[in-house]
């Protein structure tokens, strides 16, 4: 039904908020940028000037290339077409290089890439089942999902102000959902693969699609209570998926194992030395972890259970990339974030193969995967809360419950950016386009829900609202203070630590949601 809606009159609706949205990005090109930007300056020029061999042992830049090789070739690409903007962009040497060229150019190839996620879209707001009728376009559910995804906050500002390609890799990530929902399993998992091989991040929801593939793919049929037909077993199925993973994976990584890089460039893509947390605090599990480490250090120095003299300063909280040891609490290792990140995970895969919902299912173990990722993962960017934001739209225009969820998650999530754009000019920008996206997510869900129960409780209300008092403390009041100077960690403790207090009570309350959730007799058929 979802898919009949968008074919009839969807076409027009859904190319005005592709364009507009376009427009507005190419309105953000003489934004701030991050260091991102010069990290895929390098990365072009390597690619275009080095063989094959040096690409994952170039080091001139402090930047070395440290993607998959997909993503290495995406960039040698792209350098054929920025030699024609600007030559000296390409020249390794060149560190920081930025001429108006230049920044025109990767803008501009940002907002390109980008038509592979509008066709995701299109293709995802056709699996919505459109059961709710409405006279209204606005309150249709695929035009509601269209605008959550096309014109989401965080992605906008990660991509096109702080720069990055995140838009095309989510696209690719969000056809493969697509294609899943569609029954067009083989589609689903060569597009997965694919992406696994532009950007290894998305390793995290690997076990979603894994579980899903083996449930609904390789096994063709279950029991009337929902029990998996173990003679239903396919081993052509099974095969398949094989050589698509074998496949994707000897294209990708084959050239380096010839060469004997495989090791060089592992060590590449998984640098454990980077320490647990970014230098901006993820608000995650260990956010929380390292609050109470400082409180708890804060007071041993009152009341002199510590030795001031063998505490590094602001050991945690210095914004630096490297291995810190705790100074109370156990200090964290890659190993311990690896066992909290499988233990996390476990539940949601063990619902989606005994608990099997089809693609509501999936998606569902998709964001928790996600998720738990997110909150215990090592060294988590604060930028990954997108990967479970971005699936959760899906089920966000469908279930009310699930739409509460996405407006605590959507909003602290989002919220967690702020500290990425911190140049006076962006201040404005991000304000504006954070509450015209938390106003649009608000009103529109709580209209297309509006005959049951409220989306939010009054608990979850203040704690949102409280965020407007947060965000004036650290931009205006903190920077007058003399505690600048003393404390300039204080804006990014608050903002991680609150933040991380409402990701955590979403990733919960989805949890529980789905762990006590009870499935219809014709769920269990299917």
């Not at 979802?2 to 934004?31: N, T």
């Not at 376009?137 to 995804?149: D, G, Q, R, S, Y």
Request: glycine letters at 4%.
């Amino acid at each position: 039904r979802g898919g009949r809606a968008m074919a009839v009159g969807g076409r027009s609706w859904f190319r005005g908020l592709a364009l507009g949205v376009s427009l507005l990005k190419c309105l953000l090109i003489p934004a701030y940028y991050s260091t991102d930007f010069e990290v895929h300056r390098n990365w072009l020029a390597i690619t275009h000037n080095l063989p094959l061999s040096q690409w994952y042992y170039e080091a001139t830049s402090e930047w070395t290339l440290d993607y998959p090789p997909f993503f290495a070739w995406f960039e040698y690409a792209l350098s054929h077409v920025a030699k024609y903007f600007d030559p000296k962009m390409l020249v390794i040497e060149n560190l920081n290089y930025t001429s108006q060229a230049t920044i025109f150019f990767q803008r501009l190839s940002v907002i390109f890439t980008d038509i592979l996620f509008i066709y995701a879209v299109h293709e995802c707001c056709r699996c919505v089942n459109g059961k709710r009728a409405a006279k209204d376009i606005l309150e249709k559910p695929t035009f509601i999902l269209a605008v959550l995804l096309l014109w989401n906050f965080g992605l906008l500002i990660v991509d096109h102000i702080h720069f990055q390609y995140n838009g095309f890799l989510f696209g690719l990530m969000l056809l493969s959902v697509a294609r899943l929902c569609q029954r067009r399993y083989l589609e689903g998992a060569l597009l997965f693969a694919v992406l696994l091989h532009f950007k290894h991040i998305y390793m995290y929801v690997a076990p979603a699609y894994g579980i899903y593939l083996l449930r609904s793919y390789c096994f063709t049929a279950n029991h009337a209570d929902g029990s998996l037909k173990w003679r239903s077993f396919s081993f052509l199925h099974l095969t398949l998926l094989g050589l698509i993973v074998c496949l994707v994976s000897a294209l990708s990584l084959g050239p380096f194992i010839v060469l004997g890089q495989l090791p060089q460039v592992m060590s590449r893509l998984f640098p454990f030395k980077r320490g647990l947390c970014h230098a901006y605090w993820a608000p995650n599990f260990w956010a929380l972890y390292n609050a109470v480490d400082k409180a708890l250090t804060v007071l041993g120095l009152k009341c002199n259970f510590l030795d001031h003299t063998k505490i590094p300063k602001a050991s945690m909280t210095g914004g630096l990339v490297q291995e810190f040891q705790h100074t109370v609490l156990p200090s964290v290792t890659p190993l311990a974030t690896l066992i909290c990140t499988f233990i996390s995970i476990l539940p949601s895969v063990f619902c989606l193969w005994f608990k099997p919902q089809g693609p509501r299912g999936f998606l569902q173990c998709l964001v928790l995967c996600a998720l738990s990722s997110f909150m215990f993962g090592w060294h988590v960017h604060e930028k990954a809360i997108l990967l479970a934001i971005l699936p959760l739209s899906l089920l966000s225009v469908q279930r009310a419950k699930d739409a509460g969820i996405y407006l605590i998650l959507t909003t602290t999530g989002h919220f967690s950016l702020f500290p990425l754009l911190f140049t006076p000019p962006e201040l404005p920008i991000k304000i504006l386009l954070m509450l015209l996206f938390t106003v649009y997510s608000f009103s529109s869900l709580k209209s297309l829900f509006r005959r049951e129960r409220p989306l939010l409780n009054w608990l979850e209300t203040i704690y949102l609202i409280q965020l407007v008092p947060l965000e004036v403390f650290c931009e205006f009041i903190f920077p007058l203070t003399p505690w600048k100077w003393h404390y300039p960690f204080v804006p990014l403790l608050l903002t991680s630590v609150y933040c991380a207090l409402g990701v955590t009570y979403a990733w919960l309350k989805l949890y529980i949601s789905v762990l006590t959730e009870r499935i219809s007799v014709r769920q269990k058929a299917e």
